[in-house]
């Protein structure tokens, strides 16, 4: 198996995880049982440190794609790269600092991310025109440089670590207003 194709599944699989975790949390977002349950309340405890890790992690995979394999971003890639680059000093300072407080901050920023990914992911589908290819210096943001399991592409790469963290954080400012209410 040569780098790429190493590259491609290890990110494609990371991918999937996100994705289930990520189904599991929107569906605790609507039923409390399940947001009380003792891996919800985890991923709800730990949002910013999973925030810290799921946005390192994407970041250096968005890096390696175009650093190191030699992939050139679009302009839809630099907005998604632009809305999570900064979450990991973001959440790294909290981290450090021991403040909760900017899970709102990651929340609006993974949120905007998620859906510049899925509109990205779905002009690459043909859902639609992606204009990227006009501006003349980025390549065409319907290039497919990625296809795995026939469906994941960077797009739904970077949707994927987008919605984590976007639940994750949304979960728990849900549990701490759970908490609130009931006191």
Do not use: E
């Not at 440190?49 to 992690?57: D, E, R, T």
């Not at 959440?91 to 909760?100: E, H, I, W």
């Amino acid at each position: 198996m040569n780098f790429v194709n190493f590259v491609n599944n290890l990110w494609s699989i990371l991918s999937m995880v996100a994705q289930v975790l990520s189904v599991v949390l929107l569906v605790s977002l609507f039923f409390k049982k399940i947001r009380d349950s003792i891996f919800v309340s985890f991923f709800a405890s730990r949002s910013v440190l999973i925030s810290f890790v799921v946005s390192g992690l994407a970041m250096a995979g968005s890096l390696t794609y175009s650093d190191v394999i030699g992939y050139a971003p679009c302009v839809l890639c630099w907005f998604q790269r632009i809305l999570m680059y900064p979450q990991v000093v973001i959440m790294g300072v909290a981290l450090y600092s021991r403040d909760v407080s900017v899970r709102i901050y990651g929340l609006i920023l993974s949120s905007v991310g998620m859906v510049v990914a899925l509109w990205h992911y779905l002009g690459q589908l043909g859902f639609g025109s992606l204009p990227c290819s006009a501006v003349g210096y980025s390549v065409s943001c319907a290039d497919r440089f990625v296809m795995q399991y026939g469906y994941i592409t960077l797009p739904l790469m970077a949707f994927s670590a987008f919605a984590l963290m976007t639940l994750s954080l949304a979960v728990s400012l849900k549990k701490d207003k759970d908490i609130n209410f009931s006191n």
